[in-house]
């Protein structure tokens, strides 16, 4: 435990030195890297925590990567949302970018990210890329054709009609999107993924849940 640190080099004299016992040399703050929950504080200086001119240097005792807070922001700021394991090249990187579109409050940006990635869906479930005249499908044509598939229950249908309305805005009209309709497209699009990608690689992968299904026995 106490090597933790001892690849780091600090460059000057220093106010003082944390034992790792000590409990200010250790705090809870979910890593931006890995999701891991442990950080070990580096240093910081000697204003008030919280403050504005607080400055505290941390490193998540996980990943080792470093996170710094000014004052109460954290910086790089905890992505909203999860990462699906089943998710991988081109729409992994899109569905990543809209993490980092909402964590930055760019709400437009984030939308245009969750169009982009139901086109892949859409696409990945069979729908042509471009018509007879060489043009790509509507966001509509793409949401239809995804329900069509069956990738999505009935009970999702309103949703969908909402995501329709700000996807289109987001494209084609000069309004912002609110941070909120964002986060509704997001969370839309994080449940699709789990219904397109997620379930089929859970039935078709190794069993790696515990959870047995209730209805297996014979
Ligand atoms: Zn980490």
Redesign the pocket.
């Known amino acids: 435990m106490a090597s933790l640190n001892s690849d780091l080099f600090i460059t000057s004299a220093r106010y003082g030195n944390l034992e790792h016992k000590d409990p200010r040399s250790w705090e809870r703050l979910d890593?931006p890297?890995?999701g891991?929950t442990q950080m070990l504080v580096i240093g910081f200086n000697d204003v008030v925590p919280g403050s504005e001119s607080y400055v505290e240097w941390l490193r998540?005792a996980?990943?080792l990567?470093g996170v710094v807070r000014n004052g109460d922001a954290v910086s790089p700021a905890t992505l909203p949302l999860d990462t699906p394991r089943a998710l991988e090249g081109d729409t992994l990187t899109a569905w990543n970018e809209v993490r980092a579109c909402l964590s930055v409050g760019a709400s437009t940006a984030a939308v245009m990210m969750c169009r982009k990635l139901l086109f892949h869906v859409a696409v990945e479930h069979g729908l042509p890329d471009k018509d007879s005249k060489g043009r790509g499908p509507t966001f509509a044509e793409a949401l239809d054709h995804i329900e069509e598939s069956d990738v999505f229950t009935a009970r999702m249908r309103p949703w969908v009609e909402r995501i329709k309305d700000v996807g289109n805005e987001a494209n084609h009209d000069l309004a912002a999107i609110s941070l909120a309709q964002a986060r509704d497209v997001a969370t839309f699009t994080r449940q699709l993924i789990n219904l397109a990608y997620e379930l089929d690689a859970m039935i078709a992968g190794p069993n790696t849940s515990d959870a047995h299904g209730d209805g297996s026995g014979d």
Do not use: A, S
């Open positions: 890593c890297f890995c891991g998540c996980n990943c990567r």
